[in-house]
């Protein structure tokens, strides 16, 4: 798992800064395909790091729209969401993080975007081999009538392998959304 996690992240890397822009566009329209948004609803986001897809036209998007939106911090060995504002501070992984007063648990979520390193077409993800996202969202395994947040997996088309192995503490997504397909 590690040299496929390795060889992903190098492939994903790799993607030209003009790419990434238009791969960033082509995911809204696919995005606006499957969400529905809704005043009053609470967001969450990330900010792209290592690689990863940026989600910043859905983010514009959701700011026009008045939708609160947040981002994970790390608390411990799990993730709360802060919503988004004016000051960030960095993490002991260099992400940056905001500084609010205004945090919640994922299942106060309607909606939770979240980066991967790979997929399958099976909805199987992988993230970067922490586990912060399986523990934060390990109550949608334990609790099978929850039905938020909703979870979509934000990714490059390059990131998509044929089979992941999938572990008991996995937690499954709702949907992968590249800039050219939905799963």
Known sequence: MKTLRQSIRTQRRSISAPDRDKFAKQLLSQVQKLANFKNGQKIGLYLPNDGEIDPKYLQNLLKKQEISTYLPILVDKSLKFAKIGEKFKKNQYG?????????????????????????????????????????TLAFKKSQKMVKNPKLYGLAFDCQQVDKLDVQDWDVPLDAIITPSKIY
């Open 95 to 135: 992400i940056l993080e905001p500084i609010s007063t205004d945090i919640i648990g994922a299942e106060q979520l309607d909606i939770l975007f979240m980066p991967l390193v790979g997929f399958d077409k099976n909805k199987n993800r992988i993230g970067m081999g922490g586990g912060y996202y399986d523990r």
